[in-house]
Each structure stands twice: as C-alpha cells, then as structure tokens.
C-alpha cells in the first residue's frame, strides 16, 4: 500500500456556496494560458481557488460541481 498515492476520484463533488454572495467562474493567465477554477465574492471581488483546470474533463467536473453550465473567464 503506497502512502503518497494519488487520491480516489469522488463522484462530482458539490460546491456549497450562496449564489447571491458568490459565482462561479475561471481565472486565466493571458501570459501561460494557466486556468483556475473558483468562486468570486459579488461585493469585494475576492477570489477562492477551488482547482486547476488543465483539461476538458477538470473543466466539465468543476461545472457538475458548480451546478451550472455557465462559467465565466477573467483574464
């Protein structure tokens, strides 16, 4: 049994979040194309990573999560 192995894929977690306070969306580099999935604060902008996004299905796991198929990009 490996001690540092990777971690068991979950079913589609859920984000618990209010959407009157907080949304769902991407932040991307322009520079190295680097996306981070996250939730963004409506009143102060202030941004919580929640995961990299570094293919398809990272992005099509955070949207089952997010329950939406709406996500916005911030550059």
């Known amino acids: 049994m490996a001690l540092f192995g990777r971690k068991r ?13 907080k949304y769902p969306m991407i932040r991307a580099s322009i520079c190295t194309g680097e996306q981070v999935a996250g939730l963004k604060n409506r009143k102060t902008g202030a ?9 398809k299905q990272d992005l099509e796991r955070f949207k089952q999560m997010a329950k939406t198929d709406d996500i916005p990009k911030e550059y």
């Open 47 to 55: 941004f919580e990573e929640v995961m990299v996004i570094r293919s």
């Open 9 to 21: 894929e979950t079913p589609a977690e859920q984000l618990n979040f209010d959407p009157a306070e």
